[in-house]
Structure formats: C-alpha cells, structure tokens
C-alpha cells in the first residue's frame, strides 16, 4: 500500500459507482467498534455524492475511504458525517486527510454556517478539536427534526430519546466560523479557496 497513491477528492457523479462498498464499510465499521452509527443506504449515499456534498479517497480505482456533509436548519448548520476508512488502509493518517477535505468542502460549500458533529470515536474527536471544533451540548446544535430523525438508524436511539435529545453516547462538537482559528492552523478557510484557485489556474493536482 502506498499512502501517497491514495487521492482525496471532491466526490463527482461517476463516484457514484462505489455507493454499495461505501455502506458496507459503514456497517463493518459499526460492527468493530460495536457503537452506535447510522444506516446508511445506497440512494442516500449516491445523493449526497450527486449533490456534491461528498468526498471519497481512492487508490487507483479503489474506494478506500469516504466522508459526506448535510446541511441543516436553512444552512445555519452543517454536519460532517459518516467517516470511513477502509480496514486496509487505517493507521496511516489517511482519516485525518478525509476529515481535513470534508472540513474544507463544508467551508468552501457554506462559509458562514456552523460545523458540527456528534460521534463516539475518540480519533475524531481528536480531528474535530485540531480543526477548531469544541465540544458542546446537543442544545447548542441544530434542532432541525429531519437531522434527529436520521439518527433513528443508530443501535443507541433509544439512548437518546429517554434523554429527550439532550445526550447520547455520542459527543457533540461544534466549529464556529465566528471563532478565530489557531495561528498555526493549516485549515484557515480562506487560504483553502486562494490554494484551490491556483490549483485550477495552473491544473495542478
């Protein structure tokens, strides 16, 4: 396996080929960890690509990792969802690449509207944080219904619902464009569209 092979790229609608393996690596990985993650089907997933609301990481013509965003409340709010990587590929960095290019897709999509995430690893945890998320209350998210009914699919739902959405076994984490990034971010949004308009003024990859 070779990392630098590996491309992360905005989703686009020939991607949408990789739909069916891109659930099932959400399902194995809600197997593993034997945590709560949503079901998520093909047509679903082929949306969100379609809408260019996706990023997929390829190695050659393989699928190796995936990451979409939604937006909620009339565009007050995005999540950045269903991360994946496939088992062969993990321990490599290559999740941090995929939220980093998820991260810049939400900025690039809907500069003025909060990030958020609700999940129960660790290692995205540690992600959200090096990119300016905090942690925070589910009261201070989105309260679209549409957003919590997509949590019906989670093995934990009913965790939720006893707790009257107000907690879960998941986090929730929060990143505010308000909220100045870290000087030492690599992440500032508005360096990400100077870098990608140079790239597409001189075709780089």
Known sequence: MNKNAVKILFAEQAHVAYAERICQLIYESALQRGTGIARRTPEYISAKITGGKAVVALDGDKLVGFSYIECWGHGDYVATSGLIVDPEYRHIGLAAQIKARTFELARLRFPFAKIFSIT??????????????????????????????????CCNYDILQRNNRRMCLCTGMLYDPKTPLPANSNFQPYWMVVKNAVKKIFHLK
Do not use: A, H, I, Q
Request: aromatic residues 12%; charged residues 30%.
């Open 120 to 153: 129960t690893s660790l290692p995205v945890m540690k992600l959200n944080t090096r990119l300016g998320y905090k942690p925070v209350t589910f009261s201070e998210l989105t309260d679209d219904e549409e957003f919590w009914k997509g949590c019906e699919g």
